[in-house]
């Protein structure tokens, strides 16, 4: 088991660094992600993991001095379709991708499911690919082989919004929603299913890109 694990991430690690370039575009956007819950801004993506390898926390948007708590991307604004963030100040640059994650029960998410990814740094995927094991940050803390993604983020030049776009492991594709539990990040096909699943209470929140 311990050699196919080794396989596989050594397999994910060669892809990707092939894939990287084409995904770091020049001319790309750099801003920070900020967080709206129930029509209010509550701060900003901060750019720090914790002990799973999820992204933690919200830097709060009224303090000036908390800028460098800030998780800082790279994003194109002149397509509307799925691409990768860059996380430019990552903890980790082995993982320099904002990306989801398999969760508890797989890398499937559904509108009527409970079922969740987290969210975390992961190694570059190709557009339209379904996940794999790309190699990301939760793997790497735990040592629990999960599938990942980064191309799932679409941007919105009307209103600035960055919303994630899921393709599951059948290349089905569903809009996510984004909730923040126990101090770290998440993404699910279903509020209310979620909450009822694992009886949380979730801030969920929306993106926009703040340059």
Not at 30 to 46: N, Q
Not at 102 to 116: A, F, P, Q, R, T
Not at 162 to 180: E, H, K, L, R, S
Request: aromatic share 8%; hydrophobic share 35%.
């Amino acid at each position: 088991m311990l050699v196919q694990f080794a396989s596989l991430l050594a397999l994910a690690a060669s892809a990707s660094a092939l894939a990287l370039p084409a995904l770091v575009q020049e001319g790309n956007s750099l801003g920070y992600l900020k967080c709206t819950s129930e029509g209010k801004v509550i701060g900003y993506v901060a750019r720090g993991l914790n002990s799973l390898g999820e992204y933690k926390g919200v830097s709060p948007d009224d303090d000036t001095a908390d800028v460098s708590h800030r998780m800082l991307v790279s994003l194109n604004q002149s397509t509307s379709e799925a691409q990768s963030l860059l996380v430019k100040n990552g903890p980790d640059n082995d993982y320099p991708f904002l990306g989801g994650i398999g969760g508890e029960d797989g890398s499937i998410l559904g509108v009527n499911s409970g079922d969740y990814l987290h969210v975390g740094g992961t190694r570059s995927t190709a557009p339209g690919a379904i996940p794999s094991y790309c190699g990301n940050t939760y793997t790497d803390r735990t040592n629990e082989l999960r599938k990942c993604a980064s191309v799932i983020w679409t941007y919105n030049a009307t209103t600035s919004a960055v919303t994630p776009q899921w393709i599951n492991d059948d290349g089905t594709a569903i809009t996510a929603y984004m909730g923040f539990v126990d101090e770290a990040f998440l993404l699910t096909g279903s509020m209310k299913a979620f909450e009822d699943t694992w009886d949380a209470s979730v801030e969920w929140v929306t993106l926009t890109l703040d340059t």
